[in-house]
């Protein structure tokens, strides 16, 4: 039973760390509002930027880095040497992530969505593009990473938007 849950969670990795993004996110929105203190926004953008382009950048990083293999499965691809060159790209934005998080300077934070969201997009353009014309659509190509890869920038993009002084 406990590996099941394990494996799901490590399956689903961005999913969980979405979710938990989400609800620390409106625990904190909830607690702003009460305080009447700051952008009720903030929290949430701070999750989604330490939790799922943080971590999860890092993530990435250990799955395309040193468990090729398993990470291109799930994609419905073939291993590649390109899966360092994916890896390190995800520890670029782990760190960017995790640095935006704690960061005061909404320019430094817009820089990293924006290039979160360009990448991310990309990816799901480069998703569609595959179930198109290779059919694939294994989880990790057509489940909810590629609704991530569409939803998640839309909504920091959106976040950081709101969170302007006003």
């Known amino acids: 039973m406990i590996d099941n849950v394990i494996a799901w969670i490590l399956e689903n990795a961005f ?3 979405f979710t938990l993004s989400c609800l620390l996110g409106i625990v904190g929105f909830v607690r702003r509002a009460n305080a009447k203190k700051g952008s009720v ?13 943080g971590f999860g ?6 799955t395309h880095g040193f468990m090729g293999e398993i990470a291109a499965k799930a994609i419905g691809w073939a291993d590649s040497p390109f ?5 390190v790209a995800n520890l670029v934005f782990g760190v960017l ?22 990448w991310f997009w990309g990816d799901a353009a480069g998703h569609v593009y595959q179930m198109i014309t290779a059919d694939d659509f294994a989880p990790g190509n ?25």
Do not use: C
């Open 15 to 17: 999913l969980v760390l």
């Open 41 to 53: 926004w903030e929290p949430l953008t701070f999750w989604l930027l330490l939790l799922f382009v």
């Open 57 to 62: 950048g890092i993530y990435g990083f250990v």
């Open 83 to 87: 899966q360092w060159e994916v890896a």
């Open 97 to 118: 992530g995790v640095l935006a998080a704690f960061s005061r300077s909404r320019g430094f934070r817009f820089a990293t969505i924006v290039g979160f969201s360009v």
């Open 142 to 166: 057509a489940g909810t990473w590629f609704w991530l890869d569409v939803v998640t920038p839309a909504i920091m993009l959106i976040l950081h938007a709101a969170n302007r002084k006003s």
